[in-house]
């Protein structure tokens, strides 16, 4: 989410990030408070969903980017006209319904020669939508397992965000990156992300 609402500025979009919704606090919510981003804490969720279902509808987002490690009920999909998508940190459907970077120790136990990452539609079956984005880079899994874990993390962002381009018939320039590849390829010059622009995103 914090990359988003910077690319957002650094790409000059015509798109904002309309709201934060969390089940606890958290950094997201700190992050939207911090810049003024409409945000709401439900909790507990599930047995809130009608609640929800009414805080999106009066948000009218056109896309749901869901960070939940759980199904979302039925009645959410259906709330709006929005599309909801998800981003997982492997090439799905390798590693399906596994969260976080859980991925990458089940890549390196699985001595994977390529790892990367995936956004796709959310779907009442768990990491089941189809696939909108991928990103594939090989990995040499005597890097630290930080270092790796950040090149996965940076090129999951950047296939967060073609998505959402995609999603939105939105295109701006290509990559010129020759050690990822890209599919669909990107939409917008990744090159403008730079170190500083990286590191600011951890800080942030």
């Not at 960070?67 to 999909?77: G, T």
């Not at 397992?145 to 939105?170: P, Q």
């Amino acid at each position: 989410m914090k990359f988003i609402h910077q690319a957002i500025d650094v790409l000059n979009l015509d798109t904002e990030v309309s709201a934060v919704i969390s089940d606890r606090d958290c950094g997201a919510i700190n992050y939207a408070v911090a810049n003024e981003i409409p945000n709401v804490i439900i909790k507990p969720w599930r047995e809130r969903t009608e609640y929800i279902v009414n805080e999106i509808r009066k948000f009218n987002p056109d896309i749901v980017v869901t960070n939940i490690h759980k199904i979302l009920p039925a009645d959410i999909f259906k709330c709006c006209n929005a599309k909801f998508i998800n981003l997982h940190y492997s090439l799905l459907p390798a590693f399906g319904g596994v969260i976080g970077f859980k991925t990458l120790e089940m890549a390196k136990e699985a001595n994977a020669t390529i790892i990367g990452a995936t956004c796709h539609y959310v779907t009442e079956v768990l990491d089941g939508g189809k696939i909108i984005s991928q990103a594939a880079i090989p990995v040499d899994w005597n890097e630290e397992f930080n270092v790796i874990g950040d090149k996965v993390f940076r090129i999951a962002c950047e296939v967060f965000l073609n998505a959402l381009l995609l999603l939105e018939s939105i295109k701006i320039g290509e990559s010129n990156c020759s050690n990822v590849v890209y599919s669909p390829q990107l939409r917008y010059n990744n090159i403008v992300f730079t170190e500083t622009f990286w590191k600011e995103i951890k800080n942030c």
